[in-house]
């Protein structure tokens, strides 16, 4: 036993967490040699390449089954008050006596927060918790390497980690965030500050997915199914680092999402959704969490989306003009992503003419169909027929009025009689051809409103080129 007594800053810490590993690793070999090594089940669900041909086959295949393993963790945590007990709290007093230590949240009696707490005051709460910590560097070494008998430079590296607990305020988190009804050929790739689009793997689908595989489908992340996973072939990638007592990862990188789909969705048409961001974090403590992208719902079968090598630059440009608008097209464009997750063909016309009035109609309550559907029209007099175009506008806004106003539904003989003036092109695949005319509208408006302005600037300059349309020529 190490005198007590040599509390320095010279002391060699390392040494005694060493001193703990060897006594530690030396009673589970004996345990184990007499009574065996414990089992545990874990019930994964593993992701893997299709055993069939067709369309679907560009997906991942997933099987269901409980794997027994050694459960070193669970041997060494469970006899942490037997083995090598004085060891460990040693080790953990000397760290702390010579501030190998960060911040931690220790409450006293009244259930306060004590600002400088002792190693031992306070019913040994920060002893308790310190000491446990030198008993799961060694456990959690022992599963990951599954064994007993790890290397010397094994055992600093978990000495390292530990260190890091102790002293590090942050944690990093690694994401994933799968695309569903997307490809492209130019890949992997950087998008913005923080984000990597890569191609998803049936491997890397099983790692974010089974974040909790000991407690069976009661640990999967609900905020997305897995069969959207399955179908996934594309992932955004990236880091997040937080407080080290934070229960997950901060918005920045959901954000940062939010803003590259909505970018794809106005630079072309497919149904392109991601339900979820999944995480895990490093460290000793391993933590998983999620987070819903919009709300949470996507197609889960639509129209394929495709970013072709060729549409990389203007793509870019979208998303630019996103990032340089800050807040001014926020209800359009939520309306716009809402109509993604929608089920129901009303629900999907009522936010799509919600974000064209939002946009086009900013603090104005009169001639409101005659002012959005011109408006629109002039917006995108370069690309498309401008009397079509109003006519397209004009009618969603008669169909909304029917919906909201009269309780009509789109398969009604009246609302169908409107659509069917429009086309039989239109017809066939209204909802289409409306989210269609709407992402041309907030598109142009975006990359207008990059330049300077507001909304409202925007109106009156769209108002005088109608007029100047209709002044006789000189």
């Given amino acids: 036993m190490i005198d007590e007594g040599l509390s320095n800053p010279a002391v060699n810490l390392v040494g005694f967490f060493l001193e703990f590993a060897e006594k530690l690793l030396a009673s589970a070999r004996s345990h184990v040699s007499s009574e065996g090594m414990p089992k545990r089940i874990e019930h994964p669900f593993l992701f893997r390449a299709p055993e069939f041909t067709g369309p679907a086959a560009s997906g991942s295949t997933i099987s269901f089954r409980g794997i027994e393993k050694p459960d070193f963790r669970g041997l060494l945590l469970f006899h942490q008050e037997d083995w090598a007990r004085d060891e460990a709290e040693h080790c953990a007093r000397e760290h702390f006596h010579c501030d190998v230590r960060r911040e931690r949240r220790i409450l006293d009696e009244t259930f306060q927060p004590i600002d400088r707490p002792t190693f031992g005051?306070?019913?040994?709460?920060?002893?308790?918790?310190?000491?446990?910590?030198?008993?799961?560097?060694?456990?959690?070494?022992?599963?990951?390497?599954?064994?007993?008998?790890?290397?010397?430079?094994?055992?600093?590296?978990?000495?390292?980690?530990?260190?890091?607990?102790?002293?590090?305020?942050?944690?990093?988190?690694?994401?994933?965030?799968?695309?569903?009804?997307?490809?492209?050929?130019?890949?992997?790739?950087?998008?913005?500050?923080?984000?990597?689009?890569?191609?998803?793997?049936?491997?890397?689908?099983?790692?974010?997915?089974?974040?909790?595989?000991?407690?069976?489908?009661?640990?999967?992340?609900?905020?997305?199914?897995?069969?959207?996973?399955?179908?996934?072939?594309?992932?955004?990638?990236?880091?997040?680092?937080?407080?080290?007592?934070?229960?997950?990862?901060?918005?920045?990188?959901?954000?940062?999402?939010?803003?590259?789909?909505?970018?794809?969705?106005?630079?072309?048409?497919?149904?392109?959704?991601?339900?979820?961001?999944?995480?895990?974090?490093?460290?000793?403590?391993?933590?998983?969490?999620?987070?819903?992208?919009?709300?949470?719902?996507?197609?889960?079968?639509?129209?394929?989306?495709?970013?072709?090598?060729?549409?990389?630059?203007?793509?870019?440009?979208?998303?630019?003009?996103?990032?340089?608008?800050?807040?001014?097209?926020?209800i359009p464009l939520s309306r716009f992503n809402q109509a993604y997750g929608r089920q129901s063909g009303e629900d999907t016309t009522i936010d799509l003419t919600i974000a064209l009035e939002s946009c086009l109609l900013p603090a104005k309550n009169t001639e409101l169909q005659y002012r959005l559907s011109m408006r629109g029209a002039a917006l995108l007099t370069s690309l498309r027929n401008p009397v079509e175009t109003q006519a397209l506008l004009k009618t969603m806004y008669e169909i909304r009025s029917e919906i909201v106003h009269n309780g009509k539904l789109l398969s009604e003989t009246g609302v169908r009689k409107k659509i069917e003036r429009l086309g039989p092109v239109v017809a066939k695949d209204f909802l289409h051809v409306c989210r269609d005319v709407v992402r041309d509208v907030l598109r142009e408006s975006i990359l207008r409103l990059a330049r300077g302005g507001t909304l409202g600037a925007l109106s009156e300059e769209l108002d005088a080129e109608i007029l100047s349309g209709l002044l006789p020529l000189a």
């Fill in 121 to 330: 005051e306070y019913g040994n709460q920060l002893a308790s918790q310190l000491t446990y910590e030198v008993y799961y560097a060694i456990a959690d070494l022992c599963e990951r390497l599954q064994t007993l008998r790890p290397t010397g430079e094994q055992l600093l590296e978990a000495y390292e980690r530990l260190k890091e607990e102790w002293t590090c305020p942050t944690v990093t988190w690694r994401l994933g965030a799968p695309l569903l009804n997307f490809k492209t050929e130019k890949c992997p790739v950087r998008i913005g500050h923080s984000l990597e689009l890569a191609p998803l793997s049936h491997d890397e689908k099983t790692s974010l997915w089974n974040q909790n595989a000991g407690f069976g489908p009661f640990g999967e992340p609900q905020e997305m199914d897995r069969g959207d996973l399955a179908r996934a072939q594309f992932v955004f990638r990236g880091a997040s680092t937080t407080g080290r007592n934070d229960s997950g990862f901060g918005p920045e990188f959901r954000d940062e999402v939010v803003r590259v789909v909505t970018a794809l969705r106005l630079f072309g048409g497919g149904d392109v959704g991601i339900p979820a961001v999944l995480g895990r974090s490093t460290g000793l403590f391993e933590k998983s969490a999620s987070q819903y992208v919009f709300d949470g719902r996507a197609r889960n079968s639509g129209r394929p989306y495709e970013l072709r090598s060729a549409d990389w630059n203007a793509f870019t440009k979208v998303y630019d003009a996103l990032a340089a608008i800050d807040d001014k097209m926020s």
